[in-house]
């Protein structure tokens, strides 16, 4: 068997009011080669680009630890083969890093073992291992998703929306802030208004995005129940929001858990993105900012 070939999309989750619910593909990707080897070389790995300090080449690696997942609910042994994984999504950033390299492992174990799985099956088995499918859903099948669970934890429905190509600004701050961090801010409780607040926006979200309406994204992309706690977190954030909106963005939001800021608008994006970095630099922060697109296309294997 030659290599396999394993590309996944960053996304960006929740989307405002989407909470945990709602995310999207974006055209930065992570890329993972698989090539069969002798079970006397066992597991090798190598890892460039972002992250290659900080992840381990060993049965730690995320990708290693969707691969055995995989393996064992098909009660397979672990197929022996080099990894090779070259990462362009910034670690800990809020675009789903972790996702691509499940996905990735998933997706990667299942072509070497024959692809006896479909993508309905990789992923349930994504979401158990990330608990939330937000960000798992939208790099997997590409476009927007909206991925509703039921009490046990298992993903309803994959309802998804092929995205019009649309430009967004997004700054990712010099700052550490850990998904457990970012999820443990978080009330245990909300009241019926801020409830109400964001059950309204969820679809005018989905609907506004869809039709590049810009005007009534800047509406719908509000939200009560997790952003005004994370913001709290990260210095200079609540004013690059307020940076962003006055260089003319129509929308800004959290990415995932953060720290990452995502603002949309129809044009003036290097501007935008700009007036983001200004803000978290009268912070104390530098940061990073790039111009994406929607992807469409999802996880792809050759």
Known sequence: MSTITVSVPATT??????FDCLGMALNLRNEFKFTPQSESEGLTIEVHGEGVDSIPADANNLIVQAMQFLCDYLEKPFPACHIEQINHVPAASGLGSSSTATVAGLLGANALLGNPVGNDCILKLANRMEGHPDNIAPAIFG???????????????????????????????????????ARAALPTTINRSDAIFNMARVPLVLRALENLNYKLLSIAMQDRIHQPYRMALVPGMSDAFDAALGAGAAAVAISGAGPSTIAFAPDNHAAIGQAMLDAYAQAGLTGRLWILETDNLGSTVS
Do not use: W
């Open 13 to 18: 989750a929740n989307l405002g009011p989407g």
């Open 143 to 181: 476009g927007m998703v909206l991925a509703p669970m039921g009490d046990d934890g298992e993903v309803l429905t994959v309802e998804r929306i092929a995205m019009p190509i649309m430009k967004m600004a997004l700054v990712l701050p010099d700052f550490e802030l850990l998904t457990s961090e």
